[in-house]
């Protein structure tokens, strides 16, 4: 048995199994292309990050905007997760889940008025501000609706994560959060004011951050603001780290987990807090694939490009930040070796998951599963070139639980007629 990225995906008789399913009967049931998640993997690595920060108050909040589908999002929520939400349509998705108003916060730099009133009149746990704009006008609308909002304030540390400049979002020259030298004064402010409460010091300061050293020094820094506001008085109840913990993806060391908890743990046993933790890749990229069909196998003039039935539409990552993506066969075979690209049918030429990638040659007709896609796949899809969206089957052991549909030629329309 042939271990692909972790335990639930693997190869028998050289066959790539998901949980106890060979993927190739999903891809035949279902059509390509086609997400298909294990339900294991991110049991597995909830309990993993919750069990690696044992000894301290702490919550997990999973970021839903790694992957969105209620029936995730119910998952983690089950295992005891609250969940982090981005945006009205998050916030939707989550109560559809049936996750508790109180379990639910709410992240973002741009959130709209729409926005701070639903989220009240729902009663979530707490909202982020992340600018002296924001705390006024959550406060102007708490009131107006009778009410005083809990929240806390994203700061942003200035420090450097060290990942794609795309998803780094903790310096200075980032759009997020409050720059830490206005972060006190605006705290001081903020609990001033009669419809707010402020129990938070939130941060998130990037994505796939593989170095320890960087939640360090940012937790380091935010401590200090820690400690000026308890003199003060402010009654902070949590303290929020985000999300970011980076995962294995090609050849990178993986954040570690245990070694983060061994690192953070001492800082945080000196706070009076419970700690928030937002993770969304972690729990999840690792926990699903894409299985694409092969179409063509070119040739361009030296160059060999496999066309799959999969696109920039299901999974942008590589054309966005250049992502490197695994990609391998679902039936393993002994064929000599190619160098290829493998592309989508996108009309544009940044529409790839592969450049000059070496696999076995495979054929049209043949399944590639590429890997990685449980994260920031679904939830970055879009129906560009007419395309409809593919479906989501959760494996449960021997069982494929269809959690999404494949979207059909109605949904490309929804509401739109012909009106002239
Ligand atoms: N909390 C906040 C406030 C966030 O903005 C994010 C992600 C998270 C938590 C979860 O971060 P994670 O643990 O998943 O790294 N589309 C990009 C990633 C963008 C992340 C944006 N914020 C990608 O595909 O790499």
Excluded: W
Excluded at 79 to 104: H, M
Excluded at 214 to 236: F, M, Q, S, T, W
Excluded at 251 to 279: T, W, Y
Aim: proline letters at 4%; a positive charge.
């Amino acid at each position: 048995m042939l271990i692909l990225q972790n335990e639930s995906f693997y190869y028998k008789s050289n066959e790539l199994y998901c949980e106890e399913i060979p993927v190739g009967v999903l891809a035949k049931q279902f059509g390509t292309p086609l997400f298909v998640y294990s339900r294991s993997f991110f049991e597995r690595q909830f309990n993993n990050f919750n069990k690696a920060f044992e000894g301290i108050k702490r919550k997990i909040f999973f970021a839903a905007k790694s992957n969105f589908n209620i029936n995730v999002i119910k998952l983690f929520h089950n295992l005891g997760a609250g969940i982090d939400v981005n945006s009205a349509g998050e916030l939707y998705r989550a109560l559809k889940a049936g996750v508790n108003p109180s379990d639910i916060i709410f992240s973002g730099v741009g959130k709209t008025e729409e926005e701070i009133v639903l989220a009240l009149k729902k009663k979530i746990k707490l909202l982020k501000a992340e600018s002296a704009e924001e705390i006024f006008l959550i406060n102007e609308i708490s009131k107006s609706l009778g009410t005083v909002a809990d929240i806390a304030l994203r700061v942003n540390p200035d420090v450097d994560a060290k990942t794609h400049p795309y998803i780094s979002t903790g310096l200075k020259t980032n759009k997020f959060g409050i720059d830490s030298k206005d972060a006190k004064r605006l705290f001081l402010e903020a609990a001033k004011l009669e419809n707010l409460r402020v129990v938070g010091i939130d941060m998130h300061i990037g994505s796939q951050i593989t170095s320890v050293e960087a939640y360090k020094n940012a937790v380091e820094k935010l401590a200090e603001l820690y400690r000026e506001l308890k003199d003060k008085g402010i009654p902070i109840k949590h303290f929020d780290v985000g999300g970011g913990m980076g995962v294995k993806y090609k050849d990178e060391e993986p954040l570690n987990i245990e070694k983060l908890a061994q690192i953070l743990i001492p800082i945080f046993k000196k706070f009076d807090v419970e700690i928030f933790f937002e993770p969304g890749r972690y729990l999840t990229a690792n926990g699903g694939i894409l299985v694409t069909k092969i179409l063509y196998a070119k040739k361009n003039g030296e160059k060999n490009f496999i066309v799959v039935d999969a696109a920039m539409t299901e999974l942008l990552r590589p054309s966005l930040y250049k992502a490197y993506h695994n990609i391998q066969p679902l039936k393993l075979n002994n064929n000599k070796e190619i160098t290829a690209d493998v592309v989508g049918g996108v009309c544009e030429s940044g529409d790839y998951f592969a450049k000059d990638r070496k696999l076995t040659k495979t054929t049209p007709g043949e399944y590639l599963a590429i890997l990685g896609a449980g994260a920031y796949g679904m939830t970055m899809s879009s129906n560009y070139n007419g395309r409809r969206r593919p479906p989501e089957i959760l494996v449960q052991g021997n069982q494929p639980i269809v959690i999404r549909g494949r979207e059909t030629f109605e949904h490309l329309l929804y509401d739109e007629e012909i009106k002239i």
